[in-house]
């Protein structure tokens, strides 16, 4: 044994609405009361916004049209409820508590181009095991900046993953926060292609649907070429959504993953067999399976469990691994939990820096008092004792595949959602911004023809891990051509890629206005909140107890310690890195909508950093910086921010 040291029906939202119908939304209050009785009107159930009603409709012959409840509504008793309409007749209505939209069936779209046959570049389709890790970075270590950062805590999988395989040093997140990531991880689409504006969803902004449905999802693709598909740990933030629709559309052949992935000791696992049998399993907390409740090992031990079922099967396996760690509030295994005493947030010269050159929600932030200061140390001690379990995974995988004799025909890659910061900025605990902390993540992997210890340096992002698995396990015809990514697989295996991008994309639109308390923190035997000064990390200085939080205007002045801003935390970026530069340019709009003057000027907010000159980000350039230039780059990110693709239409991002 492996000692790492019932759910709503939801339907497949809108990414899988382009296979057969486009649509007419109509707003307004539709259907009420007698309405709701009339032979033409029936309930389809509750699904979490319109698109989702409109993929229940979309493949029912009888329902031509469809109406949905807001949620937002208050005295609404039919509150996400879906109704169907065999016909498309709407009558508007007043007086309703409910906020209705509805839609109704148009233009019957072309069927989407066929699959190609997998004609993958080995001659053979190699085994795949992709682990995704939630809020690591590689930049913090005690010393300060480092290019590995929290790798630093995972000596087993240095050796085996970059040792005998290779690293990208330039690897960066598409949006530094958990659920869009994740998104366009498995679907290899930027933010705007699965959420605002083009595709607005419910799970931070984004259509997490994209990650399992058939056609968009890297699950359901690989499942079509002839994979076995297992998947254990955190998918996305809706959790117990996505893999119950994953289930329904049979996307994953093998699940058993926890449903309360925050809960570092959680007792209930979604498990979903190829014979399409499903249950929610609890743990007996008294004697678990594996011997403990610890989500890591407990990730880990029914990894191995499966791969002992599928190695040695005549189809080729895809094992995705979502431990949480080291995401807050970063428990470590009991075994591990005084592993890290010894060590500290590092105190970069952008710690606790006054920050007049950043949006309002940072320059406001006062001086970081000892209370934060303490909780943050704890935070970074906890967040390296939980990647020890994480280590122990890697290796326990590795160690698996050598025994079973696959390990050389098997490519494993490993990286992480986006980065994190402790107290960079007066900014603690937290990501969502476009500084390197935030957007720079690890990324290993080995596999055949891939030289061991080799770093690549070139410029690429979480975008890009889709098309490389599909390549691998189908060739380069299989990756759909609305894939907004590119394969890295020229790169990793020393094949010619001179036209390589030299520059890259991060966007994000705030997901709500909280404070440097919003994230909890583990409290061993030995309680923070004994040696810290209170009960949790503090909102604001200790010495200022909280009144209002408001984003103050001037500097260092504010009452609270913010981390994200629906006011001033909307914002796109690019990321450029070539040999003449090394910069980040930002602009900030909170109606994202980034209507601006040729120069990038009218907006709430620009920045630009040079990177070489100035890796702490201290010096916002763009004041200083001619028109020429700022029109060069605002009319580079406006482009790329207008990119993509869908079933018929390549991609056009870069």
């Not at 504006?197 to 259509?207: A, L, R, T």
């Not at 996305?236 to 925050?262: F, V």
């Not at 390296?384 to 004799?405: F, Q, Y």
């Not at 914002?571 to 003449?580: H, P």
Request: aromatic share 10%; net charge negative.
């Amino acid at each position: 044994m492996l000692r790492l040291a019932v759910l709503l029906a939801v339907a497949t939202a809108a990414s899988c609405l382009e296979e057969k119908w486009s649509w007419e939304v109509v707003k307004g209050d539709i259907v009420e009361g007698k309405q709701l009785h009339d032979p033409h009107v029936w309930v389809a159930g509750k699904t979490d916004s319109l698109e989702a009603c409109q993929a229940l409709c979309a493949p029912n012959a009888s329902c031509l049209s469809c109406d949905w409840a807001g949620s937002d509504a208050k005295n609404c008793g039919f509150a996400k409820y879906c109704y169907f309409r065999s016909d498309t007749v709407f009558n508007p209505v007043t007086g309703t508590p409910c906020h209705h939209v509805a839609a109704r069936k148009a233009t019957p779209l072309p069927p989407p181009p066929p699959r190609p046959t997998p004609n993958p570049p080995l001659g053979y389709q190699p085994n795949l095991v992709f682990i995704l890790t939630d809020d690591q970075d590689t930049r913090l270590d005690p010393s300060g900046y480092t290019d590995i950062g929290s790798l630093a805590a995972m000596p087993q999988a240095r050796k085996l993953l970059i040792e005998q395989g290779s690293r990208m040093s330039n690897f960066i997140v598409q949006t530094p926060i958990c659920c869009p990531s994740r998104t366009e991880t498995f679907s290899g689409r930027y933010y705007h292609n699965i959420g605002p504006p083009n595709e607005p969803g419910s799970c931070m902004h984004v259509n997490t649907s994209n990650a399992a449905d058939p056609l968009h999802g890297v699950f359901g693709l690989l499942k079509s070429a002839g994979y076995n598909v297992g998947a254990f740990g955190k998918v996305t933030n809706d959790q117990s959504t996505i893999l119950k629709l994953a289930t329904e559309l049979d996307t994953m052949d093998y699940i058993d993953s926890p449903l309360n992935y925050n809960d570092y000791d959680g007792l209930t696992y979604w498990r979903k067999f190829p014979n399409g049998t499903q249950y929610v399993e609890s743990l007996d907390k008294t004697n678990p399976a594996f011997g403990t409740t610890y989500q890591t090992a407990q990730i880990g031990n029914r990894t191995l469990r499966w791969l002992d079922q599928v190695i040695g099967d005549k189809k080729p396996f895809f094992a995705y691994l979502g431990p949480h760690a080291p995401h807050f509030p970063a428990e470590p295994a009991p075994w591990y939990a005084d592993l890290h005493d010894d060590i500290t947030a590092p105190r970069t010269p952008n710690y606790n820096a006054s920050s007049p050159d950043k949006p309002q929600h940072i320059r406001q932030n006062p001086p970081l008092d000892d209370d934060v200061k303490c909780w943050e140390d704890q935070h970074m001690r906890d967040r390296w004792s939980t990647l020890a379990s994480v280590d122990d995974l890697v290796a326990a995988v590795v160690d698996k595949l050598e025994a079973a004799g696959v390990l050389d025909k098997t490519y494993i890659f490993y990286t992480s959602d986006h980065g994190y910061k402790l107290g960079q900025w007066r900014v603690g605990t937290s990501k969502q911004h476009p500084y390197d902390t935030d957007i720079r993540i690890p990324f290993m992997a080995r596999g055949p023809g891939i030289k061991p210890n080799s770093t690549f340096p070139e410029i690429a992002g979480n975008v890009d891990i889709t098309p490389t698995l599909l390549e691998l396990a189908a060739g380069k015809d299989f990756i759909p051509n609305f894939v907004d990514g590119k394969s890295l697989i020229p790169i990793l295996t020393g094949q010619p890629h001179a036209n390589w991008r030299d520059h890259i994309l991060v966007e994000y639109k705030s997901v709500g206005t909280y404070y440097n308390d919003h994230s909890g923190i583990w409290e061993g035997p030995d309680s923070p909140s004994e040696h810290c000064g209170t009960g949790k990390p503090p909102r604001c200085p200790h010495d200022a107890p909280c009144k209002k939080c408001v984003e103050a205007e001037g500097i260092g002045n504010g009452e609270c310690y913010f981390v994200d801003s629906t006011h001033s935390n909307n914002w796109r970026a690019i990321r450029i890195m070539n040999k003449q530069e090394n910069l980040v340019y930002v602009e900030y709009d909170p109606n994202w909508e980034f209507n601006a003057t040729a120069t990038g000027g009218g907006l709430q907010f620009n920045e630009l950093y040079d990177l070489d000159a100035d890796p702490y980000q201290l010096k916002n350039l763009y004041n200083e910086t001619s028109a020429a230039k700022q029109t060069e780059l605002h009319q580079k990110l406006a482009t790329y921010w207008q990119c993509g693709g869908n079933l018929w239409n390549a991609s056009t991002c870069p």
